[in-house]
């Protein structure tokens, strides 16, 4: 192995800062962990010549004195974000040829930091899926157990297996279900779902406006600091973003969790959770009563509902807000007869089954006749879950959950979509609070598959999240590698 | 024609008896705001197409709306100009439908609730007799683009300078009776939005256009189904819109059919409306609120402050004007349609007769725009130089007569009605002695026609003043001239 992958984000960037290595040096390694992984498909695009050039004005900027947070860094963008003059196709087929005029606020703010970037990071089509298996240009392989091709999660399943794999030093992700939780669960790694509004969603190809929330894929929860310094920012174009300062998460990192109170919902111990994840639940639960926790039982009632309200909330928003890929001024279009027709032959052609069958229930739940039923019901139903979090939170600090209900699944072998769902069960109740939430890999299964656990925290509380988080990943010690991690 | 001739406006003669129109508006006023409602682009009307288009009117993937301040106070002054209630909290939806000039797939607008509520406005019907029409709510809305159908033989070019561009919807209540009514109101409106400087008001330029609801009922029946007829840009077609489409439904009625609650359009060329889509394929909009906004809250200061800034409106002026100037509330509704012509008046009637002003403004000067088609800040005559007509008049230096020959030349070179008295030696003569030596004069004439006045035909008088008027070239003083032939003709 490449001595240079070894180093997480905040290994490398002290290496570098104390010009131990250059920039340049460990871009280089990446691309050539990218080429020798790209087996994985977890690449869409590589921007091999941009990422050098970034590396290069990094290291002149170290050989001047200046070293901004994230200087020369090489990390993985989700095809999700508007990246200026650079194919962004959200895994879609009806973006096969967008080139955006124009860079999204988070890895603008990234670019800003001084990260460098390596390239497009595959995803299911327009974050819809959970197994990255409805990318337009074909699944993506999870690193672990690589001969049996498990499946990276989803939606941000490049993003997480490139940082498994070693061909990102982090990545973005987005999260509107679980799409950042639950790949960083089934790849090893560490996945932060910030609050809603911490990160601008100005640039971000839209999937359910009230639920989408950028945030990293990491190695470390140190690293997720790192990153999530310079992702988050208030934004002015972006009407739903917070205008707080983010504390530097970065001097949270140590801190005792002393006499804090863990909530463990009662909800979350059902049928259907595999035996390996019980049992590192309850290890979790040990490791931060050990570290001076305080475990209280709670109950968030509503949860058994959160999967159905996602379900009408996540497809009507995106029922609208996939109507701009209409074929007339951007991306494909299939020329027809009439104005209808090029829409249905554009539309027909140019999505997938996944995001047809979303915009399918948006479109239906939102009908006249259906709406109160369905969307009004749900919206409803999404006041009491989050009320539910409220509650919970005037009692405890962090609630502690297993991240999935299961570890990685063999790829093609979830057909039903139902099933599939399951998946966010329970990352999706979060998302619907706008709350933050971490996954991080705790130990691995019989199979050796990763398994995570999620800590979820209350609004705006991600420095306390990252504190714990932190005191968790240092008592489950988890430093297992991918077997098909760049080597 | 003659039965027809004595219909109430609003009416119409049926087989059956007399129907009654019952109409609702829905005005679309543009927003006189330099961007758009939810982008930074220009919302300058006549660019060329497609340079006012910033990536979010293009909905381009990833792009946010972001609400314009300055076109929600308008909306709020609006609102407190009609008098209707100002919704503190109000949302944004989205009105989803397909259109090749919808980038978005959906238009942002205001469903279930408006920056706005109810309230309510008077217009005058005629000139002794004023309504009052309820509105329903005013929302902000953003416009579609524009679709060019006949630049190319098998395609449509769309021009995206229009996308976004900030809209109020005023809705009113179907308070609305006639089309005079309609018409009357769309100006009221129209006068509201000038004065608080809201909207232009242009509807050549399509910055105010009109829906019309149009139903027909028998006197104290409920009310029928209505039809909506899409797009009006003019007070004379929303006129004629109105009553073709009124006596359409009175027509199926009448032979015993039913009206098919639609959108129509009105064709201009024919003056016939014409269906545009059934109830059946009206769209389902399938509204809900907008994701990407933030439910638009403000406080009740910020409507305090729009409210203390808020310009003197229509309906204040008017009763200023009655007061001040002892002007007819007809004349006063007039000048009050446009600021412009207040302005022109207060400034023309300083110092003068107020009554004498609104009239030389209203007949004289304003017909004699219309016939050299030139707008009121074009007109040659200034309020200085009006002022000092009427002043002219006032004190008797000319007479009504010459003043209007002044007038004439005043609309030609722009001259200084004292100048032109002056040069052409118009001044009345009001000096006894004269006046008498040309009453005599035409007494001595006409001796015939002194007899015939003194044996009992009174009319004949006139004759007299009129010979007297015509021998001074116009310049003698009625009055004086009237006073002296009563002494002399005895």
Redesign the interface.
């Known amino acids: 192995m490449s001595d240079l992958l070894k180093y997480d984000l905040l290994g490398a960037s002290e290496a570098i800062k104390s010009k131990e290595i250059s920039s340049v040096e460990l871009t280089n390694a990446y691309i050539e962990a990218i080429e020798k992984t790209s087996s994985l498909g977890a690449y869409l695009e590589i921007v091999k010549d941009k990422a050098l050039e970034m590396a290069k004005v990094s290291d002149e900027n170290i050989s001047k004195g200046v070293s901004r947070p994230l200087e020369g860094l090489p990390i993985g963008i989700k095809d999700m974000f508007c990246t200026k003059d650079i194919k962004t196709t959200a895994s879609s087929k009806i973006l096969d040829n967008f080139y955006p005029t124009y860079e999204s606020t988070v890895t603008q703010n990234l670019w800003n930091d001084g990260a460098v970037m390596l390239g497009k990071l595959s995803c299911d089509e327009f974050a819809m899926g959970s197994s990255n298996e409805t990318a337009a240009k074909g699944n993506v392989i999870n690193p672990w157990l690589k001969h049996k091709k498990m499946s990276p999660g989803g939606s941000s399943g490049g993003s997480a297996a490139a940082v498994a794999a070693r061909s990102a030093l982090a990545a973005t992700g987005t999260d509107t279900g679980g799409s950042i939780r639950q790949p960083a669960a089934f790849c090893g790694i560490t996945g932060l779902k910030p609050t809603y509004g911490r990160c601008s969603r100005w640039g971000i190809v839209a999937f359910s406006s009230s639920l989408d929330q950028a945030g990293p894929l990491t190695r470390t929860v140190s690293d997720a600091a790192l990153m999530l310094n310079s992702m988050a920012s208030y934004d002015k174009k972006d009407s739903t973003s917070a205008n707080l300062n983010m504390p530097d998460l970065m001097s949270y990192l140590g801190n005792s969790i002393k006499g804090k109170k863990i909530g463990i919902p009662k909800e979350y111990t059902q049928d259907g959770i595999s035996d390996d994840i019980v049992n590192f639940y309850q290890k979790s639960i040990n490791w931060l009563k050990e570290a001076g926790a305080e475990i209280i039982p709670v109950s968030l009632p509503h949860t058994k509902y959160a999967l159905p309200v996602y379900y009408i909330i996540a497809p009507a928003e995106a029922s609208s807000n996939l109507a701009r890929y209409d074929g007339v001024r951007f991306g494909q279009r299939k020329e027809a007869s009439s104005l209808d027709e090029m829409y249905e032959a554009t539309r027909g052609e140019g999505f997938g089954d996944e995001v047809k069958r979303r915009i399918m229930i948006g479109t239906y739940v939102l009908s006249s006749g259906y709406y109160d039923a369905y969307y009004l019901k749900a919206q409803k139903v999404r006041r009491l879950i989050k009320e539910d979090f409220e509650n919970v939170f005037k009692k405890v600090d962090y609630i502690l959950t297993p991240s999935t209900p299961t570890t990685s699944f063999e790829l093609g072998k979830k057909q039903d979509p139902l099933t599939m769902y399951l998946n966010d069960i329970f990352t999706v109740p979060a998302s619907l609070a706008g709350l933050p939430g971490i996954s991080l890999p705790i130990g691995l299964d019989k199979l050796g598959l990763p398994i995570g656990i999620q800590l979820i925290a209350n609004s705006f509380d991600e420095p306390g999240l990252i504190s714990t988080a932190h005191v968790l990943e240092k008592s489950a010690d988890f430093n297992f590698i991918a077997d098909g991690a760049a080597k | 024609m003659s039965e027809t001739s004595k219909l109430k406006p609003g009416h119409i003669q049926g087989e059956t008896g007399v129907w009654e129109m019952v109409i609702g508006l829905e005005i679309h006023a543009q927003v006189s705001s330099k961007s758009k409602l939810f982008s930074g682009a220009s919302a300058t009307f006549g660019a060329q197409a497609n340079s006012n288009v910033s990536?979010v009117d293009?909905?381009?993937?990833?792009?946010?709306?972001?609400?314009n301040e300055y076109c929600v106070e308008q909306a709020v002054k609006t609102g407190l100009a009609l008098n209707a209630q100002i919704n503190n909290i109000s949302v944004f939806d989205?009105k989803?439908y397909?259109?090749?000039d919808l980038?978005?797939?959906?238009q942002i607008s205001q469903f279930t609730k408006p920056i706005v509520g109810e309230g309510e406005i008077n217009i005058d019907v005629d000139d002794n007799n004023q309504t009052t029409i309820g509105i329903e709510r005013l929302h902000l809305e953003q416009d579609a683009g524009k679709s060019l159908h006949d630049q190319h033989p098998s395609k449509?070019y769309?021009d995206l300078n229009r996308t976004g561009v900030a809209l109020m919807e005023i809705v009113s209540k179907p308070d609305i009776r006639s089309p005079q009514e309609a018409g009357a109101y769309v100006k009221k409106i129209r006068s509201i939005l000038r004065y608080v400087g809201s909207c232009d008001g242009n509807m050549e330029e399509g910055s105010l256009r009109a829906d019309c609801n149009v139903s027909v009922r028998k006197a104290g029946e409920e009310f029928g189904t209505r039809c909506e007829i899409k797009n009006l840009n003019s007070i004379r077609f929303i006129n004629q819109a109105i009553q073709a489409e009124a006596e359409r439904q009175v027509e199926i009625l009448e032979s015993g059919g039913e009206i098919n609650q639609e959108t129509r359009l009105f064709d201009t060329s024919t003056g016939e409306t014409r269906s545009m889509r059934s109830k059946e394929d009206a769209h389902?909009y399938?509204?809900?609120p907008?994701?990407?906004?933030?439910p638009l809250e403000f406080t009740d200061s910020f409507v305090q402050d729009i409210k203390d800034k808020l310009p003197e409106l229509p309906d204040f002026v008017k009763k200023r004007l009655v007061n001040e100037y002892g002007i007819t509330p007809y004349d006063a509704s007039i000048l009050v349609e446009e600021k412009d012509y207040v302005n022109f008046f207060e400034k023309a009637a300083t110092g003068g007769d107020g009554k004498l002003t609104a009239n030389w403004m209203i007949s004289e000067l304003f017909g004699a725009l219309k016939k050299e088609n030139l707008l009121l800040s074009n007109s040659p005559i200034s309020p200085e130089t009006l002022g000092e007509l009427i002043g002219l008049i006032s004190k008797g230096i000319i007479s009504g007569k010459i003043a209007k020959d002044v007038f004439s030349e005043m609309m030609i070179s722009s001259k200084k009605p004292s100048d032109i008295v002056k040069e052409k030696g118009l001044e009345q003569v009001s000096d006894d002695k004269e006046i008498l030596k040309l009453v005599d004069k035409v007494i001595a004439d006409n001796q015939d026609k002194v007899k015939d006045y003194l044996s009992g035909k009174d009319k004949l008088f006139g004759f007299f003043v009129g010979q007297v008027m015509k021998i001074s070239q116009g310049k003698a003083n009625p009055g004086l001239v009237n006073k002296m032939l009563k002494e002399n003709l005895k």
Not at chain 2, 103 to 106: C, L, T, V
Not at chain 2, 290 to 294: A, E, Q, S, Y
Request: without cysteine.
């Open positions: 990536l293009a909905a381009m993937p990833g792009m946010l709306p972001v609400i989205r989803n397909f259109y090749a980038p978005q797939g959906y449509s769309i389902d399938r509204y809900f907008d994701p990407d906004l933030l």
